[in-house]
T-cell receptor, first 117, second 110 residues
Framework: GAGVSQSPSNKVTEKGKDVELRCDPI?????LYWYRQSLGQGLEFLIY????????KSGLPSDRFSAERTGGSVSTLTIQRTQQEDSAVYLC???????????????FGPGTRLTVL | QKEVEQNSGPLSVPEGAIASLNCTYS??????FFWYRQYSGKSPELIMF????GDKEDGRFTAQLNKASQYVSLLIRDSQPSDSATYLC??????????FGAGTRLAVHP
């Protein structure tokens, strides 16, 4: 079946503009994550959705960042009033329902490369 | 102190040698540990996970976990040029998020 898909693959925007990034998880995966990877850095957790539970937003760097997940499937990450430091690759991942000591693999999408000029 | 620390490298090994990648973590209560491989310009892919002390082998890969010393390592036997990539160590923080290290870049030269 299809893997995690993300769109757009590349986004160039001007400072101060709003952007929306989309993630379509693997069908049947109830857990969805957003990460950010700056050049040469590891992945930084942003937000986690699990089914109909309240999302874990603890990684969002500022109130300019928000995300929603409609119908338990597609998710949109919105960045308002973009800044140059928001430039990074934004990665989405999905997995089956997490377990406490589990090993549910997170499958990553190809990412959206965001460049803020 | 970062939650998950890795030497950024590059770690350069000759083809056929053993590559040893190390990772330390700060949260003693961490339960699950993961190694992801990321080729340049690509998204991470899971290589191995481990949650019990000791060694876990899968083909040419062996993960080693020592919870008392709070480190986890990945050994790659018979390294190939195709193993050249960045290896990300990740620790599960609670039920949900993975906390990643910055990654170690491995270069296997012929």
């Amino acid at each position: 079946g299809a893997g995690v898909s993300q769109s757009p693959s590349n986004k160039v925007t001007e400072k101060g503009k709003d952007v929306e990034l989309r993630c379509d998880p693997i069908s049947g995966h109830t857990a969805l994550y957003w990460y950010r990877q700056s050049l040469g850095q590891g992945l930084e957790f942003l937000i986690y959705f699990q089914g109909n539970s309240a999302p874990d937003k603890s990684g969002l760097p500022s109130d300019r960042f928000s995300a929603e997940r409609t119908g338990g499937s597609v998710s949109t990450l919105t960045i308002q009033r973009t800044q140059q430091e928001d430039s990074a690759v934004y990665l989405c991942a999905s997995s089956l329902r997490e377990r406490a000591a589990g090993s549910n693999e997170q499958f990553f999408g190809p990412g959206t490369r965001l460049t803020v000029l | 102190q970062k939650e998950v620390e890795q030497n950024s490298g590059p770690l350069s090994v000759p083809e056929g040698a053993i590559a040893s990648l190390n990772c330390t973590y700060s949260d003693r209560g961490s339960q699950s540990f993961f190694w992801y491989r990321q080729y340049s310009g690509k998204s991470p892919e899971l290589i191995m996970f481990i949650y019990s002390n000791g060694d876990k082998e899968d083909g040419r890969f062996t993960a080693q976990l020592n919870k008392a010393s709070q480190y986890v390592s990945l050994l790659i036997r018979d390294s190939q040029p195709s193993d050249s990539a960045t290896y990300l160590c990740a620790v599960r923080g609670g039920y949900n998020k993975l906390i990643f290290g910055a990654g170690t870049r491995l270069a296997v030269h012929p």
